[in-house]
């Protein structure tokens, strides 16, 4: 496994992939001027700054506004369950923003929206599968990994409110 940690609009981001595809997007924590991201770094995995170029420059185009869908080889690891309810979120539309509930019931599992919302909080894949898509029943902003603020930010950067990210 390779990785490398980058630093974006919203913070650093540890990635990480394998000859199948992308693995992991994790939400880095600032320490100082280090991130921290272990125990997410396994003692195998090699740091590989180059092996990410793709993603670093698809993330890039994104958090500029003129990426609006990855174009990356993706391998998540999950239940069958938890891999329907991911490739559902690939549907969902950049910008718009869809309910537990509804996509429950794209996947077929109308009566699954706690379990919907299991599978889209251990999304191992974060904007690239854009989980942050996905809100309330009643229009509410619920739990995200990289927490609420940048959820907020990722879907106003959507609907075209680029100035969150300038004034960074």
């Not at 990356?72 to 991911?86: C, D, I, Y």
Request: aromatic share 8%.
């Amino acid at each position: 496994m390779k990785y490398r940690v980058l630093e974006t609009p919203i913070g650093g981001l540890l990635l990480a992939r394998d000859a199948a595809g992308l693995r992991l997007i994790h939400f880095a924590v600032a320490v100082g001027a280090d991130l921290k991201v272990g125990p997410y770094v396994k003692p195998n995995w090699r740091r590989d700054d180059d092996a990410f170029d793709d993603v670093a420059s698809q993330l890039t185009e994104y958090f500029a506004g003129r990426r609006q869908r990855f174009e990356l080889p993706l391998a998540p690891e999950g239940t069958p369950f938890q891999q329907r309810v991911w490739s559902a979120l690939l549907d969902v539309p950049y910008g718009e923003t869809i309910s537990y509930g509804e996509l429950a019931a794209r996947i077929g599992r109308r009566s699954a929206s706690r379990a919907v919302g299991l599978a889209n909080g251990s999304n191992p894949l974060p904007i690239v599968i854009p989980c942050h898509r996905v809100i309330g029943s009643n229009g509410t902003l619920t739990g995200y990994g990289g927490g609420l603020a940048i959820k907020e930010r990722l879907l106003a950067l959507e609907r075209g409110a680029r100035r969150l990210f300038d004034s960074r």
